[in-house]
């Protein structure tokens, strides 16, 4: 069963610490996408990945960079968690040339 | 920006009724999809309507897509407890983006 597998389901980190979260994918994709949840606003695009060590921003990258060293891993780093940044992180990837995309189960961040 | 607006914000019925839910977008697309998100989980892919089909069908559920409207609805026929979710569009020209969902409640 093909999978997107998001390394930590909860997460509570400190105002200030570097946060790394990871995201891999067992299907080959070449496209690799970062969103944050928020109730009221929906899911926003953070950044995405189009292949290896490529990466494109999306609708709201202050705050966030990605690395994208290896084309089954994409991780979302907060080089100084604020508390604004409290938030669901859904990691989606899907296969060049497919419309559909497959996401992760979520990392649900909280920044104290 | 958001392409791909759910409404209503939340729908509540009873098993067996049948839910519609619809969704707005404002530019030229392909292809309009639909996804499904459990409580704190990740979103699932249900369906995918291409920009010239009318409408689609899968198991007990069925989507219509009008283009000149920009505009597409979600039916789900004899709902069940279990479809309880979040239901949100996605209308992409070159990637996903998302509104805030419809949130259905199924009661028994």
């Known amino acids: 069963d093909v999978k997107v597998t998001q390394s930590s389901r909860y997460l509570v980190k400190r105002t200030g610490e570097k946060v790394f979260l990871e995201c891999v994918q067992d299907?080959?994709?070449?496209?690799m996408f970062w969103y944050r949840q928020d109730p009221g606003l929906g899911l926003r695009l953070i950044y995405f990945?189009?292949?290896?060590?490529?990466?494109e921003k999306g609708d709201i990258p202050e705050g966030y960079s990605v690395s994208r060293e290896k084309k089954e891993r994409f991780s979302l780093i907060l080089e100084s968690a604020s508390t604004n940044q409290t938030s669901m992180y859904l990691c989606?990837?899907?296969?060049?040339?497919?419309?559909?995309?497959?996401f992760g189960s979520g990392t649900r961040l909280t920044v104290v | 920006s958001q392409q791909g607006e759910e409404d209503p914000q939340a729908l509540s019925i009873q098993e067996g009724e049948n839910a519609t839910m619809n969704c707005s977008y404002k530019?030229?697309?392909?292809?309009l999809q639909w996804y499904r998100q459990n409580s704190g989980r990740g979103l699932v892919h249900l369906i995918l309507i291409r920009s010239n089909e009318r409408e689609k069908h899968s198991g007990r559920l069925r989507v219509t897509l009008d283009t000149s409207k920009k505009s597409s609805s979600l039916l789900i026929t004899a709902s069940r407890a279990a479809d309880t979710a979040s239901y949100f569009c996605?209308?992409?020209?070159?990637?996903?983006?998302f509104g805030t969902g419809t949130r259905l409640q199924v009661t028994l």
């Open positions: 990945s189009y292949d290896v060590k490529m990466k």
């Open positions: 299907m080959d994709h070449e496209n």
């Open positions: 530019t030229s697309i392909n292809n």
């Open positions: 989606a990837s899907r296969r060049q040339g497919q419309l559909d995309y497959t």
């Open positions: 996605a209308a992409p020209p070159s990637k996903l983006t």
